[in-house]
T-cell receptor, first 110, second 117 residues
Framework: RKEVEQDPGPFNVPEGATVAFNCTYS??????FFWYRQDCRKEPKLLMS???SGNEDGRFTAQLNRASQYISLLIRDSKLSDSATYLCVITTSGTYKYIFGTGTRLKVLA | DAGVTQSPTHLIKTRGQQVTLRCSPKSGHDTVSWYQQALGQGPQFIFQYYEEEERQRGNFPDRFSGHQFPNYSSELNVNALLLGDSALYLC????????????????FGAGSRLTVL
């Protein structure tokens, strides 16, 4: 089983739609959680950290469910500029590496 | 404030050759990590350098080696290149705030795209 699993998509949604991605992780000792965004042929950039209580940044909301071992990202009022690949990232206590999922590709259509 | 810079941006090599990739971390950062991203995959951890020492290594063969210099910049060396080494190589920097885990946010460079023929 992969350490981090994501649906690769693509998710094709119209502008203004709400879309949600989930990411599951296998290690219950996972400690920190992030969502990174990666545009085509560019580097990953931090979108937001994910906190136990859930957190929101404008149109983006991230949630963590430790019991079921998944994190989620909700995007409201999708914009064309939201089209990208969204990478789920975890770290585990006692290690320094970031573990990335394969990413979920989002296409927002006009 | 300069972010993470990597060079070269693109390079083409043939099987069996050796390559050196370079990275300058973001100003104020002291830790450098290297990742390999194959097409359609997420980045895979190669290793991390802190205080000029390899602090942790991912599941990569000894053909992959690195170095960190006193100014925190870093190099990734790959020997005996294979076709499967073709990928985007990403350098990420961060600041050690103490502790032993990845709570420190990574800032990535634009990457070096390696093609092995």
């Amino acid at each position: 089983r992969k350490e981090v699993e994501q649906d690769p998509g693509p998710f094709n949604v119209p502008e203004g739609a709400t879309v949600a991605f989930n990411c599951t992780y296998s290690n219950s000792a996972s400690q920190s959680f992030f969502w990174y965004r990666q545009d085509c042929r560019k580097e990953p950039k931090l979108l937001m950290s994910v906190y136990s209580s859930g957190n929101e940044d404008g149109r983006f909301t991230a949630q963590l469910n430790r019991a079921s071992q998944y994190i989620s990202l909700l995007i409201r009022d999708s914009k064309l500029s939201d089209s990208a690949t969204y990478l789920c990232v975890i770290t585990t206590s006692g290690t320094y590496k970031y573990i990335f999922g394969t990413g979920t590709r989002l296409k927002v259509l006009a | 404030d300069a972010g993470v810079t990597q060079s070269p941006t693109h390079l083409i090599k043939t099987r069996g050759q050796q390559v050196t990739l370079r990275c300058s971390p973001k100003s104020g950062h002291d830790t450098v990590s290297w990742y390999q991203q194959a097409l359609g995959q997420g980045p895979q951890f190669i290793f991390q350098y802190y205080e000029e020492e390899e602090r942790q290594r991912g599941n990569f063969p000894d053909r992959f080696s690195g170095h960190q210099f006193p100014n925190y910049s870093s190099e990734l060396n790959v020997n005996a290149l294979l076709l499967g080494d073709s990928a985007l190589y990403l350098c990420a920097s961060s600041l050690v705030a103490g502790g032993n885990s990845g709570a420190n946010v990574l800032t990535f460079g634009a990457g070096s795209r390696l093609t092995v023929l």
